[in-house]
């Protein structure tokens, strides 16, 4: 086991790699462990996928607290939504523990937070993982890289106990960030990723799974709720899907391919017209993007159609109009899947209003949709990995 600083810094050398990120079912068990989010301010960004995205918007948040219940099966750690969209929940690392304010992304599978060698601007305002105060870390000789659309990681293998609330997985592989760029104004601590081991730049086991096989949870489900409120009541909860969270019953969706979180969507409408995805297409149910992104040709024709002019990187509309902006429509197995203009215009700082939907340049023949919490603030979201599926329903 190494754990000098001279150790870490001999790999913290080995430099300049590409890093990819692509940043909680409904069975319920006798514990499902609930692990409240933060909706915070954040910049956008782009992203850089494995495979299949390229250039997408992404964004990222901030932090968090925990609350627990003791004697009960249920742990809450509140996720506070502040203003814009990115939501954050709080993990720990180490013993004794270290805690984070983590992303929860279903578009990327590794963890990883900052080391305390990483010395950019952005790690300086992050919470460093220490690791020579935690007697049960232990260091590997591999790195990996993964690179966004304007900004990048680079990070050491690494072991330790991670908590997400009362679940516990020991010597839990994660990347240990030794560099950052491009993140300057994007307040986060790390990324706990939630989709396959395909998808793993490092190759390691993701959380979900190793919790899973060790008998911490009882249903390999996770399910979101992310609250409208812009402070309170967003969650994500492991080992079942909590009813009270939503209207009606779950539309199940199949999976594309067990491989990562994507389904397939019939088609994109407005006043009773197609105006994307008419021939069938892919959508991402992507956790940690805010936004809607499709490729840019479409979205151009879809900020035309709502009357959004550009002002900088964003398209705006009067704020007066937003009440008479016509829904958008995504059916998905043939449910029809409303967004209101409520819903997809936003507010930035000066009260200006904003669309949500972003474009990005398309990469293959496949038409490619991420539906980020924009839709899921509508839709109560609940991923099964056993039957590689994706359940859908109207949020309370």
Known sequence: MLRTQTSLSTWSQERNMKWLVLLGLVAFSECIV????????????????????????????????????????????????????????????GTPPQEFQVIFDTGSSELWVPSIFCNSSTCSKQVRFR?????????????FRITYGSGRIEALVVHDTVRIGDLVSTDQQFGLCLEESGFEGMRFDGVLGLSYTNISPSGAIPIFYKLKNE??????????????????????????????????ELNWIPLMKAGDW??????????????????????????????????????????????ATPQGSEHYVSCSAVNSLPSIIFT???????????????????????????????????????LGDVFLRLYFSVFDRRKDRIGLAQAV
């Open 332 to 370: 998905i197995k043939s449910n029809n899947y409303r967004v209101p203009g409520q819903a997809y215009i936003l507010k930035d700082s000066r009260g200006r209003c904003f669309t949500a939907f972003k474009g990005h340049q398309q990469s293959s023949s496949t038409e490619m949709w991420i």
């Open 131 to 143: 690791h020579l105060e935690s007697s049960t870390f232990r260091l590997s000789r591999r790195t």
């Open 262 to 307: 994507s389904v397939h969507m019939d088609r994109i409408s407005m006043k009773r017209k197609v105006i994307a995805c008419s021939g069938g297409c892919k959508a991402l149910v992507d956790t940690g993007s805010s936004c809607i992104v499709g490729p840019s040709t479409l979205v151009n024709n879809i900020w035309k159609l709502i009357g």
């Open 34 to 93: 609930k692990i409240p989010l933060r909706r915070v301010k954040t910049m956008t960004k782009t992203l850089s996928g494995k495979n299949m995205l390229n250039n997408f918007v992404k964004e990222h948040a901030y932090r968090l607290s925990q609350i627990s219940f003791r004697g009960s099966n249920l742990t809450i750690n509140p996720l506070r939504n502040i203003r814009d969209f990115f939501y954050v929940g709080n993990i720990t690392i």
């Open 215 to 248: 008998g911490a949870i009882s249903e390999p489900v996770f399910a979101f709720y992310l609250s409208k409120d812009e402070r309170e009541g967003s969650v994500v909860m492991f080992g079942g899907a909590d009813h009270r969270y939503y209207k009606g």
